[in-house]
């Protein structure tokens, strides 16, 4: 059975999200100083950046076109090099975007709600 990189991580991935949940059920007295006391979604954010990144990814993978001179090095290369480089590109953006998603996306997700527990307490909501 073959699998490529992209499927091994994704596998990786799930395989970290899985354990993590388990450590976090059984150690409820345990608390993330990263966390800053919000409720979290690691998992969830993680999973939705991998899912954003793969349809990204495929559609990069499939932009690659012979006749672009910025994808083949002015000429310099052939198809199937400047193919081969062109993935190899994609691979390692893929791999910085999925983790700036999640980063950002967890960054929003805070501010979000301090937002409305500001709202909550400015008794916006009564």
Excluded at 87 to 100: G, S
Excluded at 106 to 112: C, P, Q, T
Aim: hydrophobic content about 35%.
């Amino acid at each position: 059975m073959n699998i490529t990189k992209r499927q091994l991580r994704r596998i990786i991935k799930e395989e970290k999200v899985r354990f993590l949940k388990e450590q976090e059920t059984s150690d409820h007295n345990h608390v993330d100083s990263r966390e800053h006391q919000w409720p979290s979604a690691d998992g969830a954010l993680s999973e939705a950046a991998s899912e954003l990144v793969d349809g990204w990814h495929d559609m990069e993978v499939k932009a690659w076109s012979a006749g672009d001179p910025s994808m083949n090095q002015g000429g310099e290369l052939s198809d199937a090099e400047s193919k081969a480089l062109w993935e190899n590109q994609v691979e390692l953006a893929a791999k910085d975007l999925e983790k700036a998603l999640e980063e950002r996306m967890r960054a929003a997700s805070i501010e979000v709600m301090q937002e409305f527990t500001d709202d909550l307490m400015d008794g916006q909501f009564s």
